[in-house]
Nanobody
Framework: QVQLAESGGGVVQAGGSLTLTCADSGSTIRYTDIDWYHQAPGKQREVVARITYRGIASYADSVRGRFTIFRDNTKNMVYLQMNSLKPEDTGVYYC???????WGQGTQVSVSS
């Protein structure tokens, strides 16, 4: 059973960087496509990045060129490197499989202007 846990959030100034981690404490996610979601305050979750199990990445227009998703299948982890952060990147970030499993707690990112 896949159990996901996100970590790595924090408070940064605009222009700063963070790296988020998505870890699978249950079964393996190495053969699964993984999405990173962003939920801004008062808004719905939306996908900002996806990585296939083969390592092919895709991004929402809002983060392309600033965020990088990558994975380490030896550790069952997926990462989201976030550079040039903007105040609108503030919110809770979640990861999930492409077929949907129980949501983790998410990790809070706050970007001050």
């Amino acid at each position: 059973q896949v159990q996901l846990a996100e970590s790595g959030g924090g408070v940064v100034q605009a222009g700063g960087s963070l790296t988020l981690t998505c870890a699978d404490s249950g079964s393996t996610i190495r053969y699964t496509d993984i999405d990173w979601y962003h939920q801004a305050p008062g808004k719905q979750r939306e996908v900002v990045a996806r990585i296939t199990y083969r390592g092919i990445a895709s991004y929402a227009d809002s983060v392309r060129g600033r965020f990088t998703i990558f994975r380490d299948n030896t550790k069952n982890m997926v990462y989201l490197q976030m550079n040039s952060l903007k105040p609108e990147d503030t919110g809770v970030y979640y990861c999930n499989t492409d077929y949907g499993v129980a949501w983790g707690q998410g990790t809070q990112v706050s970007v001050s202007s």
